[in-house]
């Protein structure tokens, strides 16, 4: 189950990063930046706006955890798509990690013998299944619809265009519905997920804004095409 864990696994390494690449030689600067992290936690060098652009332009011999370079390129963009939740940006940061691996993204569990490409089969596995399996699988819907939108929207424009499949509407309303029902179901505030899954799936429509603007710039920087300039023009101008 996809939970709120990298924020928590960025430690002294990250951090000592971070200084270096914010003070930019400057003492004054790092003493400042340290003084306030520790009176005001870490997350004062996670936020800051300097950040990712000094990550992007690191070329020293100390590379950035995935863990630092996620979580400080989602917050950036949360930020900028209207969402200011780093319990958000910790589980986005986290399913990016965790669906990235193998064919995790197309199991409900990272052990679970069966494989669905399909929402629909979700949906259909959701409706037959009840406790502790209900909840695994909502959430996986959620997470599987907002990890193809997010991650792979181009791949779904040209689905649609040589089968006939959805769009991306389509995708965002099955994923809230399955963050809603994972979020109502009992189990999520014994995990302590039913807060966050709550807001992903309120907040699904800008977080698949800035999962796209992460991987057109970071993954596919070089991909072209019609459907994607107009995906970004109706997301800039909110049609």
């Known amino acids: ?115 669905y490409a399909y929402l629909v089969d979700l949906v259909a596995e959701a409706d037959r299944t009840e406790g502790e399996r209900q909840f695994r699988v909502r959430a996986h819907l959620g997470n599987f619809a907002l990890w193809l939108t997010g991650i792979f929207p181009d791949y779904i424009a040209a689905r649609r265009a040589r089968k006939g499949g959805p769009d991306l509407p389509y995708y965002e309303a099955v994923g809230k519905s399955g963050f809603r029902l994972a979020s109502d179901h009992a189990l999520a505030g014994r995990y302590g997920l039913d807060g966050v899954l709550r807001q992903t799936g309120e907040r699904f429509h800008q977080i698949r804004i800035a999962l796209n603007r992460f991987s057109d710039r970071m993954m596919f920087p070089n991909h072209d095409s019609p459907d994607r300039l107009m995906r970004q023009v109706a997301d800039e101008f909110g049609h």
């Open 1 to 115: 189950m996809i939970a709120t864990t990298v924020r928590a696994t960025l430690g002294a390494e990250d951090e000592r990063l971070a200084l270096l690449l914010l003070a930019d030689g400057s003492e004054t600067e790092r003493r400042r930046l340290e003084a306030r992290a520790a009176s005001e936690g870490s997350d004062v060098l996670w936020d800051d706006p300097r950040l990712v652009r000094a990550l992007l332009s690191h070329r020293g011999l100390t590379a950035p955890s995935a863990a630092l370079f996620l979580y400080a390129m989602l917050r950036r963009l949360l930020l900028e798509a209207g969402v200011d939740d780093r319990l958000v940006t910790d589980y986005c940061a986290s399913l990016v990690l965790a669906f990235g691996r193998k064919d995790r993204a197309y199991r409900i569990g990272e052990h679970d013998e069966n494989r």
